[in-house]
């Protein structure tokens, strides 16, 4: 996929969970990169539809600015190049219909990194061996990942771990006694990255919450590690999973895993540690002992 590709699906991502400044900006980000043609023409328009949108939401009265959209998008209907689903077009049916979308299926640009090693000693014994419908945790994870276009995914695993005959994953066996970031640079070993970083006792993430966090890095060169973070009562709160850098992670291997922590050695990058806002309170969650998500 190209970045394109990434901005507009996560416009497409945003708009469904209603985030429209957020689809505003994604889909913005696309059109000021795109060359003149019907498909810069098309995402104008899908710019504009979400900025109609969010100006609804204040309380403001946007019918202009949506018909005005609306027959913009009249130049999606010779465009298959969008990476958006029919339903996230606030369209009638007949009209949906006529547009030739892409399914939002295709491989994403980043390697998965499984952190799976560790004792687990307060759920009782290793979290990421504990069965889910006939499958240890961690190969659940696996397949969750891959499932949303994570193809190429390294697991750090816990010594007792058993590989499946055939592992369409890159093994690597890590110390249940070592830090979370030495499993990380465990997992570097096999990668240089970008990483997308995610515990095994943490969801896995849904292709929308990914495709923002490869977004934001596409829209930011400078970004060296991008979190998802959902606004809850109290404020923002951040989650998982972590994209890395390619600079990031090789700056990583160097680091005394013993001496430091990953979220402590992210935070050193001040405004390069960049925040993506997700409706998905899963990001927030990890598993307790009966696999139920907190």
């Not at 190049?81 to 009209?95: G, M």
């Not at 934001?216 to 979190?227: F, K, T, Y």
Request: proline residues 8%; glycine residues 8%.
């Amino acid at each position: 996929m190209t970045d394109l590709d990434l901005l507009l699906e996560a416009g497409g991502a945003a708009w469904a969970e209603e985030a429209f400044f957020q689809a505003h900006e994604w889909w913005e980000a696309a059109w000021r990169r795109l060359p003149d043609g019907p498909l810069r023409q098309g995402t104008q328009a899908l710019t504009q539809w979400a900025a109609a949108a969010h100006v609804t939401t204040l309380g403001r009265h946007a019918g202009a600015e949506a018909i005005r959209s609306r027959a913009r998008l009249r130049f999606l209907r010779t465009v298959n190049r969008l990476a958006l689903a029919p339903f996230v077009l606030d369209l009638p049916s007949d009209e949906r219909d006529e547009l030739r979308l892409r399914d939002q299926n295709g491989v994403l640009p980043v390697t998965g990194v499984l952190l799976a090693a560790g004792h687990g000693r307060r759920a009782g014994g290793p979290k990421a061996l504990i069965s889910v419908d006939g499958l240890p945790l961690w190969q659940r994870q696996v397949q969750r990942l891959q499932a949303i276009g994570v193809a190429q995914v390294v697991v750090v695993l816990h010594p007792q771990a058993l590989l499946p005959p055939s592992p369409t994953f890159v093994p690597q066996f890590g110390d249940p006694d070592a830090t979370p970031l030495h499993s990380l640079q465990r997992a570097l070993t096999a990668t240089t990255g970008p990483v997308v970083v995610l515990p095994v006792d943490c969801p896995a993430p849904s292709r929308g919450v990914v495709v923002r966090l490869l977004a934001a890095a596409a829209i930011d060169p400078r970004a060296l590690a991008v979190r998802p973070i959902v606004q809850g009562p109290t404020g923002p709160r951040g989650g998982h999973p972590l994209w890395l850098a390619a600079a990031t992670c090789q700056a990583l291997t160097a680091v005394d895993a013993q001496q430091h922590r990953l979220d402590t050695f992210l935070h050193t990058m001040g405004d390069r540690y960049v925040d993506v806002c997700v409706a998905d309170p899963a990001v927030l969650g990890n598993f307790n002992l009966d696999g139920v998500s907190r």
